[in-house]
């Protein structure tokens, strides 16, 4: 493991995250974590290849109820299935991955919803991109992932169910399920408390 870790830092501190599936190299420096992601590692669960696995890095904080996530990702993806995005995760069963995933030579936003099964929806980009930011809005039992290329005008991307009022992890992960590793960079990382919706509502209905 290589590790540095820079000051300066935005209130989600990155050194005070936790690792899953922790790859040899990584750093933090500046606000930034560098990864050489794990070979031959993903997060798949049963459908359509017929094989589970959990084992790629993600590193994460735990949250729980309602908020706003986002992160600037970008990597030297080199060949089928090298993927970087963010992961907001319940268990091994129940989690959500969307970024950037390399496809027969093409550059894809990608998302992979998965309770019990995986499923696994596509935009193909007719470009090759330096970067890309993530956001996920979880609002009671659902997660919008949007995409961003200049981190001002935001496109819906998936709308997903999550489990409201349960614990999840959230963070950046990275996979490499066919090659032998490649560098990934997230920046920017934040997650930013949104006031619950049903309380809220409540409050204001019964306003003294």
Request: with cysteine; proline share 3%.
């Amino acid at each position: 493991m290589l590790m540095a870790v820079a000051g300066g830092m935005s209130a989600q501190t990155l050194e005070k995250m936790n690792w899953f599936n922790e790859p040899e190299k990584w750093n933090i420096s500046k606000g930034k974590l560098t990864m050489s992601v794990t070979p031959k590692s993903d997060y798949w669960r049963i459908s359509h290849y017929g094989f589970t696995v959990d084992d790629a890095p993600f590193y994460y904080a735990e949250y729980g109820g309602e908020f706003e996530a986002k992160v600037k990702i970008s990597g030297d993806y080199r060949v089928r299935f090298d993927q970087a995005g963010m992961m907001i995760r319940i268990d091994n069963e129940n989690y959500i991955k969307a970024g950037i995933e390399y496809v027969d030579g093409k550059y894809n936003l990608s998302a992979v919803v998965t309770h019990h099964t995986s499923d696994w929806s596509v935009i193909a980009l007719d470009k090759t991109v330096k970067h890309v930011w993530i956001k996920a809005v979880r609002r009671l039992d659902a997660i919008e992932i949007f995409y961003s290329f200049d981190d001002k005008e935001y496109t819906l991307m998936r709308n997903a169910w999550m489990e409201a009022n349960r614990p999840v992890k959230v963070g950046m992960m990275a996979a490499c399920p066919d090659g032998e590793g490649f560098n990934v960079t997230f920046s920017d990382f934040t997650v930013k408390h949104l006031p619950d919706a049903v309380r809220t509502k409540w409050l204001r209905d019964n306003a003294e």
